[in-house]
């Protein structure tokens, strides 16, 4: 997985540019079965990845 474009902020979004960063170099030869489940955590409790990061949810009423 690559990606190709982004509209972040400038600089948020660096770490996903291979140019700037080979950060996502270290998801080489990972799939869903390799690391085990308990080895998609943080080191911190475990795993085998320095941090996680996920997406929020703003609720909109209507």
Known sequence: MRTLEHAET??????????KN????SFNGKSLTDPSES?????KDGGQF???TGATI????M
Do not use: N, S
Request: no cysteine; hydrophobic share 50%; aromatic share 12%.
């Open 58 to 61: 703003t609720p909109v009423l």
């Open 22 to 25: 080979p950060w996502v170099l």
């Open 39 to 43: 080895g998609w955590a943080v080191k």
């Open 10 to 19: 400038p600089g948020l979004g660096d770490k996903i540019e291979l140019a």
């Open 50 to 52: 320095d941090q996680f």
